[in-house]
Each structure stands twice: as C-alpha cells, then as structure tokens.
C-alpha cells in the first residue's frame, strides 16, 4: 500500500466510521454529512493510498484486507488528533449517555460537570442500560455511561474502564390499589408471591434483568417473563398499565401516573453504579465529568453502604477495586 506525503485526518475519520458501521447511511448520519459526501471521502482516500479499503454491494459492505490494516493506523491518528485538540481547548463535544430521562445519578454529575468546565460542550443522550450503550462506547459513537459494570459481558468489559460513583437504593413501583401501596417501605419478603417487572427480554438492559434475578433468588419473587419492546415513557407507562406488574426500580424512578414509588427494605437493595468509558478516552470535558462523580459521591455520602445495604457477591470487586 503506498502512502501518500499528506493525509487530511477528515478523510480517515470518513473511513473509520464506515469500517465501525459498516453501512454507508448510518455513517453519514453519524458524521452529520451527506451520504454522497461520506462516498467521495472514501474514494479519495483510496485513490490517494492506490488501495481499496471496502467491498460494496447492494446488500453489504465489508472491509478489505488493505482496510483491516488501515483500521488500527487510522484510529490511532485520529485519537492523537483529538488529544492535540483538547490540549488547546478545542474539543469536540463530549457525549454522556444518561440512561433515561427523570434518573438522577448521571444527570447530577453531568450537570456538576458542565459547572467545572463550561468552556467545553458536554452533551446528554437518553437510551437504556449500559449493555446498549457499551457497543457504542467501544466503537467511539459514544463517550461515557453509567450503569452496573459487573453486569456486562467479559468481552465488553476488557475495553472499558470504570468509576464506581454510587450504591443506589432500589425501589419498586406499584399499581396505587395494590396491597402494598399503603407501605412508606416494602419490605422484601412482602413481594413474596408477586411477578415484578425487570425489563427481561430487553436487549439493551440484561445487566438490570440479571441483578434481579440475584436479588430475588430464594426470596418467592418471580421475574416478569419478556414483553413487548415499549419505546417512549408513554408506551412505557400504557405497558404496564396493562399488565399491572410491580417494577423493580431506583429510589429516583420518574413518577408514572397511577403508581406509588416505595423503597426496598430488608434488606437495602443496591443498585452499584459506575461512570464507564472506552479505555484511552481523552477529553477535557470527561476529566470534569470524572472530578464532578468523585465530588459528589464524596459529599453525598454515594459510596457510603447503608447497614444491611445488599449487593450480589459478583459487584463487589468492582465498587471495591482497591480491596
């Protein structure tokens, strides 16, 4: 493969997006260009290597021998250009995965953030679970999220780095006319009995439907078997209107309309909540991010474990790192 004297950086961040999506339209959407534009980038770029870096048909594109070599070259250009950047103060906007819209956690931190480094964008995005959002962290679509590291897989979790940031008390929400409603807490062994939704069979949140099956275990509370895919808080909402099942939650769960929120007790169920990143990441805006996590967490108390506060055994090397 010749290399040419001179390479714009704009050329192999076009041919890294498309290797990350392999589909030219969603890289364009990704880079915010044209998708016509995205194509003449590439094809420069490989009439100035003299190599052709993709196989396009009508139904896929994959990348070539001569692009799986350039794959590792071009990331490391372009992560040296960003570093040079935000050496000088211009960054690119930092992209910060908040879960979901009404959960506190992430939004305190991102906010604290911004209060430290206004000089740099930190922009909030809203999906759901940290399974969903680790294939986009590795692939660099996204910057940092926040959820339950113990829960990823292996292999998701060898290129991502972490920050434990809270033990975040459970809750659960009720229909208002349910038995258990009049409770200022409920007791765990009260659920008893009782189906409670815990997102099973959503692919972006297995690490939320895992944490309950370790905390219903031996206790007579059955997981909810999967249901329909509700996008949006309205659907959500109608869903389980419908079906009428407890929902496993957090103390800060967005209020719904015809439900009570009541925390967990007997004992204290924790959800352990980590800041998470692509290992190598480097950006001004996320040094913010991670000294507004630790402030908090420090004058909060966050990573104080309340007496008879619970986890699963498999966390506890992961908030505990220094143990």
Same mark, same amino acid.
């Given at each position: %493969? ?12 076009a041919f890294v997006t498309v290797a990350e ?55 490391? &250009? ?26 506190? @956690? ?16 930190? %922009?909030?995005?809203?999906?759901? !679970? ?12 996204? *910057? ?25 008390? =459970?809750?659960?929400? $009720? ?10 807490? &409920? #007791? ?5 009995? /009782?189906t409670v939704y815990a997102g099973a069979g ?6 939320? @439907?895992?944490?309950? +099956?370790? $905390? ?6 059955? &997981?909810?078997?999967? $249901?329909?895919?509700?996008?949006? *808080?309205?659907?959500? /909402?109608?869903? %389980?209107?419908?079906?009428? +099942? ?9 209020? =719904? #309309?015809?439900t009570v929120l009541r925390p967990l007790v /007997? ?7 980590? $800041?998470?990143?692509?290992? !190598?990441? &480097? +950006?001004?805006?996320? *040094? ?9 967490? @420090? ?15 498999? *966390?506890?090397?992961? =908030?505990? #790192?220094?143990?």
């Amino acid at each position: %493969m010749p290399t040419p004297a001179h390479l714009d950086p704009r050329l192999l961040r076009a041919f890294v997006t498309v290797a990350e999506e392999l589909h030219f339209t969603r890289a364009a959407a990704r880079l915010y260009i044209a998708q016509q534009a995205l194509s003449r980038d590439v094809r420069r770029l490989e009439r100035e290597l003299a190599a052709e870096l993709f196989v396009r048909t009508t139904r896929q594109v994959t990348l070539t021998a001569d692009g799986e070599r350039l794959l590792p070259y071009a990331r490391r &250009v372009l992560a040296a250009q960003d570093e040079l950047l935000a050496a000088f103060g211009q960054a690119r906007p930092l992209l910060v995965d908040l879960n979901s819209q009404g959960l506190a @956690t992430g939004r305190r931190v991102l906010h604290r953030a911004r209060e430290l480094a206004p000089e740099h964008e930190l %922009m909030a995005r809203y999906e759901s !679970g940290l399974t969903g959002a680790a294939a986009d962290l590795l692939a660099g679509r996204l *910057d940092a999220s926040f959820g339950r590291v113990a829960g990823l897989a292996p292999a998701l979790r060898a290129g991502l780095a972490h920050q434990p940031v809270r033990y975040e008390p =459970m809750a659960v929400v $009720l229909p208002d006319d349910h038995p258990l409603a009049p409770l200022e807490a &409920v #007791p765990l062994a009260a659920l008893a009995g /009782e189906t409670v939704y815990a997102g099973a069979g959503n692919p972006r949140t297995p690490e939320w @439907t895992d944490l309950a +099956h370790r $905390l219903f275990e031996g206790r007579g509370i059955r &997981v909810a078997s999967p $249901l329909p895919l509700a996008v949006g *808080d309205e659907e959500f /909402e109608r869903i %389980m209107a419908k079906t009428r +099942h407890p929902i496993l939650a957090v103390v800060d769960f967005p209020a =719904m #309309p015809r439900t009570v929120l009541r925390p967990l007790v /007997e004992p204290v169920p924790l959800s352990p909540v980590s $800041l998470v990143w692509r290992k !190598g990441l &480097v +950006h001004p805006g996320f *040094d913010a991010l991670r000294r507004a996590a630790a402030e908090i967490a @420090t004058s909060e108390g966050w990573l104080t474990r309340p007496t008879g506060g619970w986890i699963p055994a498999t *966390d506890e090397a992961f =908030m505990n #790192p220094h143990k």
